[in-house]
């Protein structure tokens, strides 16, 4: 079962992902002050894509490669692709017109619809407990996007671009879900 060292490196982990999930937010809203939005997505992303290609090509850290069958490259390009490519354009907008705050908790909010898309509410307490969840969550994003409406007049398209970057993260999830079953999590990030 788990040790207690196990929960340590659990613990590490989720906190260095969290530590540079916000470096990662700062950082690009620091960018979209001087540069076009849309270039700082497209850069980053090739960057990445081109890294991942080198690890994945030679070297053995994700472990073994698999060829792409005809099937899985146009479920990678129709599906997966369009809705990251969005995504990331989106994200990168959304951080030009609000904080990275506001951007890191409408994203925070990604898990609320793939449980709406995926399951009915039933008479059990899991479900009680997991709607319960979404609503609190849903809440909140109201409270947080009810200011931008009523406060002023206030810039509201960086929360609707969040949002619809939530959105679109969890789309992608959906679609890798079905890929999972033929790739490593490397491959399809690459």
């Known amino acids: 079962m788990f040790t207690t060292r196990n929960h340590t490196a659990i613990a590490a982990g989720?906190?260095?992902?969290?530590?540079?999930?916000?470096?990662?937010?700062?950082?690009?809203k620091y960018l979209v002050?001087?540069?076009?939005?849309l270039w700082i997505a497209c850069s980053r992303m090739w960057c990445v894509?081109?890294?991942?290609?080198?690890?994945?090509?030679?070297?053995?850290?994700?472990?073994p490669t698999h060829s792409l069958t005809p099937e899985l490259r146009r479920a990678m390009w129709?599906?997966?692709?369009?809705?990251?490519?969005v995504y990331i354009a989106a994200f990168t907008l959304a951080l030009k017109f609000t904080s990275a705050s506001h951007?890191?908790?409408y994203l925070?909010?990604?898990?609320?619809?793939?449980l709406l898309a995926e399951s009915r509410p039933q008479a059990n307490l899991d479900s009680l407990r997991s709607y319960g969840?979404?609503?609190?969550?849903?809440?909140?994003?109201v409270l947080l996007f009810w200011p931008k409406l009523h406060a002023g007049g206030g810039d509201w398209r960086g929360d609707l671009l969040a949002l619809g970057a939530s959105f679109l993260w969890t789309?992608?999830?959906?679609?890798?879900?079905?890929?999972?079953?033929?790739?490593s999590g490397a491959e399809i990030t690459a």
């Open 14 to 28: 989720l906190f260095c992902c969290i530590l540079f999930w916000g470096a990662n937010n700062t950082g690009v």
């Open 33 to 37: 002050r001087e540069w076009p939005p």
């Open 78 to 85: 129709q599906r997966a692709a369009p809705s990251l490519a």
């Open 171 to 183: 789309a992608y999830g959906r679609h890798c879900r079905g890929l999972a079953q033929s790739m």
């Open 133 to 141: 969840a979404a609503a609190l969550a849903l809440s909140g994003l």
């Open 108 to 114: 925070g909010s990604s898990p609320v619809w793939a």
């Open 49 to 63: 894509g081109a890294i991942f290609y080198v690890l994945l090509r030679w070297t053995n850290w994700f472990g």
């Open 103 to 105: 951007v890191a908790l």
